[in-house]
């Protein structure tokens, strides 16, 4: 199937940028709002809010790691609002997907809502509070086939707000994605280091069963530092053979911060990861980019 590009309408409510904003797929019904807690006693006033809907909430954890819980009510805005009463999930921010007309049912949104906690907890990006998996309604084929078009959509408008839980990351997805660029390599002969990656639309990342160093130079401090301690005390690293391994595709904010902790110690990654031919990574971005 070909894919095609998409045009999304977002509006900012009242010109206020902290505050509720819808969110539109052009020429399609789904009709999103973006509603920040301090807000949800207006949310009703907002056109389409008190359909039939699935809503996504967010919060934090104890460890400060963003965490999400997905619904569904016939009434989407009384919901939201019944959950200001749960101490055990305070949640930051709601967003809730209705339809502008009026085909949307009780059924429909519980299908959706089955389809969301399945696809978040598949795309492994943030941890789902759900006690337990939503039971998915019993539908028509024709209208399970427009309910999946329906939640892919909301994955298209989710991922266009930042928010990327629907979306399988390079980790998970690796083999399905194609690179951008070749695979890069990482070699340290003098400590017998051999790691691989590649560049990723979120940054780099770095192949399962790649080396890294068994130690960290002292001068190594800072934020690389407490990242590479974070990934041994993970198991992302873990000790083979004398070095450090990665048991699984790790994705990093940037090539250097890659490169810094493969090494142990500070490195530039735009000299330190090469192609099968030997160029740098940055000789590859310049002749990419030579021409525009």
Known sequence: MSKFSKTVKLVIQEGDVTGIKTIELINWSIHGI?????????????????K?????????????????????????????????????????????????????????VKFLENRLYNQAIKAKRIQVTNASTPTASSLPKSDQD????FAEN?????GTLGHLLFVESAVTSIESKQSKFDVLHFDLPALELHATGRMDDEGFLV???????????????????????????????????????????????????????????????????????????????AEKTASV
């Open 154 to 158: 909301i994955y298209t408008l989710m």
């Open 52 to 108: 039939p809907g699935v809503y996504i909430l967010f919060s934090d954890d104890e460890t400060g790691k963003e965490v999400a819980y997905i619904g569904e009510s016939e009434e989407a805005c009384a919901r939201i609002v019944q959950h200001l009463k749960d101490e055990d999930f305070e949640f930051k921010l709601a967003i809730l997907f209705t339809s502008k007309d009026p085909n949307l049912t009780k059924a429909h």
């Open 146 to 149: 427009a309910m999946l078009e």
């Open 207 to 285: 192949f399962k069963d790649s080396n890294a160093s068994s130690e960290a130079v002292n001068s190594l401090q800072g934020g690389y530092k407490r990242l590479r301690d974070d990934l041994i005390k993970n198991a992302v690293l873990k000790v083979s053979d004398g070095k450090m391994v990665f048991g699984d595709n790790y994705l990093f904010d940037s090539p250097s911060a890659a490169a810094t902790v493969v090494a142990g110690s500070p490195r530039s990654g735009n000299k330190s990861w090469r192609n099968q031919d030997g160029k740098t990574l940055g000789e590859i971005e």
């Open 34 to 50: 973006i509603c920040p807690r301090s807000r949800i006693a207006d949310l009703k006033t907002v056109e389409n809010s008190q």
